[in-house]
């Protein structure tokens, strides 16, 4: 064996340490080639319930500031106050050249953004965790469809949680096949999801031309009108001032059984004030702030850890200018028509909206107690608040 000398061994030595200590930050904080930015709890060989919570993002949302929704503030907002939580965040569907345009019209590439985020649940679940999904958009579309996936396939064990079942496990939700077997096998015979949190859920087709045809569908199929056995709580923000109709929301139907918590509140402003798409103007931040209280309320009153006084840290302000939905891409939108409210009786129209100015055009159905039946026709228009 040949001699070393002291000062190689040293050297050996602080080159390995160095190793491990990339390694260690690498798990540490983890982002994907794709912009997927992932904070998991430290590992311990025997550790308590954690919470997971799983954000994803809408078309072209980022962390960029410019680009910066609810969600990604939502996300930076946990990772720096709360460390010890389990974060994932998938961004949007991403513009970088002219060729991207399609792929943001016609919303390919959701599917790679439910099964990352499917994936990394899959490493990191242990029996008595649990999981908080969160989207805006499209976002909203792959978590509720996340939540379709794991409600009906399940989620994969840690062990098997291989890209290739990875992808299997997609195709038989997708599928009309029975995934017993595969469940059986792969899956944990139980997964819980506390909390399903969306923010404007639209179909991941994309907006239209104004003269495109309806049947540029998508290869994403949306399953998840109701809430699936696994989901306990279902809450969802919509905008009552959006008119695109290529933005027309995906509600909750009411859930037959009654043992789910749906609750649907109607928020003043459009599309892009629900979802905190401010393009870089923070002056409507006050108004997208107030959905976004709302939801991380509907968190925190389940157990998910926050900050002691967090709501200071979102100052939020009805009366704030709206965004609007004939800014950016919204001038392409020619088709459009008030949405309506009150379709079922898990909706209601948040306090703030309500004390703002009124609009005589939308139309607005009774609230539940004031003599409206499921299926009833609607008798009467409520004036609700113009944004």
Known sequence: MPYRFKGEAVFSYGCAM?????????????????????TPSIRRRARGPVDHMVLLDGTLGSL???RRTSIGLLYLYLRRNVPRASLYYGKGLKYREWRDVKDIWLGWGVEMQIMRAYGWLAMRYRPGDRIFLLGYSRGAFAARSLAGLIDRVGLLRAPEATERNVLQAWRHYESEASPQLFRQNYCHAETRIEMVGVFDT?????????????????????????????????????????????????????????????????????????????????????????????MMGRAESLGFELPFNWRADFPCDAAAPSVGSWSGWGK????????????????????????????????????????????????RQVAVPRA
């Not at 200590?21 to 930015?37: M, P, T, W």
């Not at 129209?349 to 607005?364: F, N, P, S, V």
């Open 18 to 38: 160095i190793g491990m200590l990339h390694r260690l930050i690498g798990r540490l904080r983890q982002e994907d080639a794709d912009g997927s930015v992932v």
């Open 64 to 66: 960029n500031p410019i």
């Open 202 to 294: 639209v179909a991941a087709l994309g907006p239209r031309f104004p003269f495109r045809s309806a049947r540029s569908a998508l290869r994403v199929r949306f399953h998840d009108h109701t809430l699936g056995r696994s989901v306990r709580h279902g809450f969802q923000a919509l905008a009552l001032h959006e008119t695109r109709k290529v933005l027309s929301p995906l509600i909750w139907d009411q859930n037959a059984t009654g043992a789910h918590r749906i609750e649907q509140v109607w928020f003043r402003g459009c599309h892009a004030d629900i979802g905190g798409q401010l393009a870089g103007d923070e002056s409507s931040r006050p108004l997208a702030n107030i959905p976004l209280v709302w």
């Open 332 to 379: 392409t939108s020619l088709l459009r028509a008030p949405r309506v409210a009150h379709r079922c009786l898990s909706e209601r129209i948040h306090e703030t909206a309500l004390a703002a100015r009124r609009e005589w055009w939308l139309k607005i159905r009774p609230e539940p107690g004031e003599g409206l039946q499921p299926g009833a026709a609607i008798t």
